[in-house]
């Protein structure tokens, strides 16, 4: 039976085709190590729109491998509302998360020996998930060489992936994710070891995956000159998205074009905004802030104690 066919009726289907694909409200993960409770995410808002690319950034143990995990359907939420797709990825059977993770996600890691299998071919590897899918099996040859042909390595169909460079593999690991036309497609640290050259391509790859296919891709990286290359950058302190860039293309009257970042905090459903710690080391500010709400702004001071 095809992925898709099993999509639970329980499971709430999305609206309009302008809602979210992906939505986290208030998630929380909490992992038991022995008597330790270690708090992964603690309250992680997050809303990804059909279509977008966005970059997730933070700090080693911010949280971004379990938001990742739980939206690849290899984890659960211990507390709050994740959806994907239609998909309540908290109350998902066993049968409905294999059939999640055949059909709706697609995922790119960064070491390649975790996304090939080393001893078939570039189209072999691709083959794999269009059977395990039961895609047509007369289809299946032509369209994994579209794959191939489509992320530019349609010349590396015959070779092993050790006789492939680093790229070349990345490019193989993004047609075998693509291959059952997953609507979201998450790469965790897809470039983190390649050169600035080829992780430029990678990144075009990618980025065409979502404006010509109108694939979702999350990017999960700690490097901030790769997530300068999408429209969205959100960050994640401390088990929290605590800021977003936007980035947009200006032109001036003589028609040159600029790119334009704006930084915003996020202010999650309780009202908390997390103020970056840049800011509040140069405002000297602590546990007590002053507020003072104006016509068309908030204002935040120090509140003068010594």
Partial sequence: MAAEQLAPSSVPQT???LDP?????????IHQHGRIEVQALQGLDLHVDKGEMIAVVGPSG???STLLSILAGADTPTAGTVRVAGWDLTRMSGTERVAYRRGVVGLVQQQASRNLIPYLTAIDNVLVPLGLAAY?????AARAAELLERVGVAHCAGRLPRQLSGGEQQRVAIAVALANDPPLLLADEPTGELDTATSHEIFDTLRAASTEAGVTVVVVTHDPTVSGQVGRTVSIRDGRTSSEVLRHTEHSDDGEARIVAQEFAVMDRAGRVQVPREFRQALELTRRVRLALEADHLELWPDGRK
Wanted: hydrophobic share 40%; aromatic share 0%.
């Fill in 21 to 29: 694909l992906i939505v986290c409200e208030s998630v929380v993960r």
């Fill in 15 to 17: 609206g309009p085709a």
């Fill in 136 to 140: 047509p099996r007369r289809l299946r």
């Fill in 62 to 64: 911010a949280g971004k």
